[in-house]
């Protein structure tokens, strides 16, 4: 089955304390990206890869990481998380150039505290 | 990406016909129309697309007006699993980038 993987799906840390969020998906797509939901701000970017070792920031970048070494794998890095950083995180995945549908991972929900 | 308008919410009997519209009357000529829906903090789902001609699915039917200027999300027989934020994207096929989400439409289907 196509999919979108994400781990964990719910996530209580505290402020400064890393964590990584990881996504994969088993579609062989070159794209992958990273978007975080917040109410009455819908969802924003936060990084994107178009292949292996090819990352670019999207719309909100400030205090993530991502890497993409395997091209199923795109993790989302919080070095030190913050309470602004509580949200809801969606991974995204789809052939590039990007064509008709990006398939999303079921999200992760994280709070900092 | 041209901008898109959709009202807030919109309910919607069992069984019947949901017509989402939403307008985009800056559309360019390569932008494509595309349709999302969220259910409830789910990851959004790709429901269909298209650029003049109307499409249809397994999911749905999407009408675009000959001057492309608005379109209409047709869910045939609406369910109770219907209910989600419906999301109406303007965008150029093989672009780069990410989707911009809009509020979308708040599709409440009532038995």
């Known amino acids: 089955e196509a999919q979108v993987t994400q781990n964990p799906r719910y996530l209580i840390t505290v402020t400064g304390k890393k964590l990584t969020v990881t996504c994969s998906q088993n579609m062989n797509h070159e794209y992958m990206s990273w978007y975080r939901q917040d109410p009455g701000l819908g969802l924003r970017q936060i990084y994107y890869s178009m292949n292996v070792e090819v990352t670019d920031k999207g719309d909100v970048p400030e205090g993530y990481k991502v890497s993409r070494k395997e091209k199923r794998n795109f993790p989302l890095i919080l070095e030190s998380p913050s309470p602004n950083q509580t949200s809801l995180y969606f991974c995204a995945s789809s052939y590039y150039p990007l064509g008709e549908t990006q398939y999303f991972g079921p999200g992760t929900r994280l709070l900092v505290l | 990406d041209a901008k898109t308008t959709q009202p807030t919410s919109m309910d919607c009997a069992e069984g019947r016909a949901a017509n989402l519209p939403c307008n985009h009357s800056t559309i360019s000529g390569n932008e494509y129309v595309y349709w999302y829906r969220q259910i409830h903090s789910q990851g959004p789902q790709y429901i269909i697309h298209?650029?003049?001609n109307n499409e249809t699915n397994e999911m749905a039917s999407l009408i675009i007006t000959e001057d492309r200027k608005s379109s209409t999300l047709i869910l045939p027989h609406a369910t109770l699993r219907d209910t989600a934020v419906y999301y109406c994207i303007v965008r150029v096929d093989g672009s780069q980038g990410n989707l911009i989400f809009g509020k979308g439409t708040k599709l409440s289907v009532k038995p």
């Open positions: 298209g650029l003049k």
